[in-house]
């Protein structure tokens, strides 16, 4: 599948004791799929998948993907630190039915390029679903270069690739080293960026601001589609 439009990585809501208020996370997919909202992304950084346990996330995707009921792609977010956490987390929202994984890079030690290649060379052989790339070196320490992502769009069912690092330059080189795949999707992790990554050749946003004003969002993507780039801009701003 193409991985295209404004995603939003949707909040955990949860009650006063921490528990996950299934209720609450329900209203707000339908309030985000009534706005024109592209898809849904769960763990993402504004989901805080760092600190949900995995028996949480099972439970939270669940309840999303029957929430969703197919009116929009399902993102799940299943990166991890090390490589083996990374597949099982993966093979089980795969199993669950999400229709990509959004994998970011690891995190805390530090790792080269080579060592990213293998690790989501790895991951992709251990699952069929589609996979999206976070690069987010602000919170792994470590920005995947655009050769590693030329190098990794060469891997089928690896679709696409979130660029958060702000770097606008970075995502344009992504954007070149991916250009001779259609279906590979350079998607702007920065909300200020969304527009002049479409005007580049880039295929969207995954955007932490839909979660606030989702029809705005949705909207930037919209009216570029339609050509009314006047009113793509006054979204933008």
Wanted: aromatic share 8%.
């Amino acid at each position: 599948m193409e991985c295209k439009g404004i995603i939003v990585p949707i909040l955990t809501p949860m009650n006063a004791d921490e528990s996950i208020n299934y209720g609450e996370l329900k209203n707000q997919i339908n309030r985000m799929i009534d706005a024109g909202i592209h898809g849904i992304f769960f763990f993402g950084t504004n989901g805080e998948a760092y600190i949900l346990t995995p028996e949480e996330k099972r439970k939270i995707l669940e309840a999303g993907l029957e929430a969703v009921d197919h009116r929009v792609p399902v993102y799940a977010g299943t990166g991890c630190v090390g490589t083996k956490d990374t597949i099982e987390m993966s093979k089980a929202a795969e199993s669950l039915g999400a229709d990509v994984l959004s994998i970011i890079s690891p995190y805390f030690a530090a790792v080269g390029q080579d060592e990213l290649y293998t690790h989501y060379k790895r991951v992709a052989e251990s699952v069929k679903t589609p996979i999206v790339v976070y690069n987010i070196p602000a919170r792994t320490g470590v920005n995947i270069a655009p050769a590693t992502i030329e190098k990794l769009s060469h891997i089928d069912n690896i679709v696409g690739v979130k660029d958060s690092s702000g770097n606008f330059d970075n995502m344009l080189q992504y954007i070149e080293a991916v250009k001779y795949r259609k279906d590979f999707s350079v998607l702007s992790g920065n909300d200020s960026l969304i527009l002049w990554c479409l005007l580049a050749g880039g295929k969207g946003s995954i955007a932490g601001c839909a979660n606030v004003c989702p029809h705005n969002m949705a909207g930037i993507y919209e009216s570029f589609m339609k050509g009314e780039m006047e009113q793509a801009k006054i979204y933008q701003n």
